[in-house]
């Protein structure tokens, strides 16, 4: 699979599937053992966007990906495992009267196959960076090993949480920590504006790191038109998950 690169035009939706029966979970990267014992169903992250006419759905999964080489085939998607974007549609919004899924499923030799509710179906090889297409061209599909595209600034973060965890234990000279209901500490709009400027700077003030910038992740990038999602009404959610074949 070569690398490749997807560009994140914007955000609208990301969810973590629910608990049902038999289902990896996981909006995240790198998250609990068990998730990670199998890392082509550990999601990282979920994302949508429009592209004109259609809507682009992507999926990255295996946190810390790695290619083929001499010594062995690199990160591959599951052949037991079902990968599915679901999303639902309405007219307002916290109200959905349609849903269609998204499905992909795997061979081992890496064919994908995969089904826009009853409507489009494809099957092949999505490697390539222009995709896999359907005959009548309303949905595209590309799955393989990609730049991950999270940006995540890890040494701000870190330096912002041993901040606050310095505030609620009283070890800041000069200010007596306050808690809300929960438990949570309660910070002036000062020391708020002054962490929300860490957490997008480097600890010594300077521009963010992106701790993913040389990581990579398999991706399943599928671009529909929209007509097949937005048949209850324009508002659309969108929630990835990962599911054991049966």
């Given at each position: ?11 609208t ?7 049902y ?7 995240d990267?790198?998250?609990?053992p ?26 990255t999964l295996?946190p ?10 690199g990160a ?14 309405g ?6 009267t ?6 992909c ?14 409507d ?14 359907t005959a ?9 090993l ?5 940006f995540?600034?890890l ?12 505030y609620a234990?009283?070890?800041i ?6 808690f809300n209901?929960?438990?949570c500490?309660?910070?002036a ?21 992106d ?20 048949k ?15």
């Amino acid at each position: 699979m070569n690398r490749s690169t997807i560009t994140v035009l914007g955000l609208t939706c990301i969810a973590g599937i629910a608990a049902y029966a038999r289902v990896a979970k996981s909006a995240d990267h790198l998250d609990a053992p068990a998730t990670k014992a199998d890392p082509a169903a550990d999601i990282a992250d979920v994302y949508t966007f429009n592209d004109g006419a259609n809507a682009v759905f992507a999926m990255t999964l295996f946190p810390a990906a790695t290619a083929a080489t001499d010594a062995g085939p690199g990160a591959q998607f599951s052949d037991s495992v079902v990968y599915v974007f679901h999303t639902a549609s309405g007219n307002t919004f916290g109200t959905t009267t349609a849903s269609e899924d998204i499905k992909c499923t795997f061979t081992t030799a890496q064919v994908i196959s995969c089904w826009a509710g009853t409507d489009e179906y494809v099957t092949g090889d999505a490697s390539a960076t222009t995709g896999l297409s359907t005959a009548d061209g309303k949905m595209k599909v590309f799955a393989g090993l990609v730049g991950d595209p999270f940006f995540f600034n890890l040494d701000g973060f870190h330096t912002t949480e041993a901040t606050v965890e310095a505030y609620a234990a009283g070890n800041i000279t000069g200010l007596t920590p306050a808690f809300n209901g929960a438990g949570c500490p309660l910070l002036a709009d000062s020391t708020a504006a002054l962490l929300r400027t860490q957490l997008t700077t480097a600890p010594d003030g300077g521009p963010a790191q992106d701790f993913f910038a040389n990581l990579d992740a398999l991706a399943i990038v599928v671009s529909l038109d929209k007509g097949f999602v937005n048949k209850g009404g324009p508002l659309v959610s969108v929630w990835g998950g990962t599911y054991q074949a049966q």
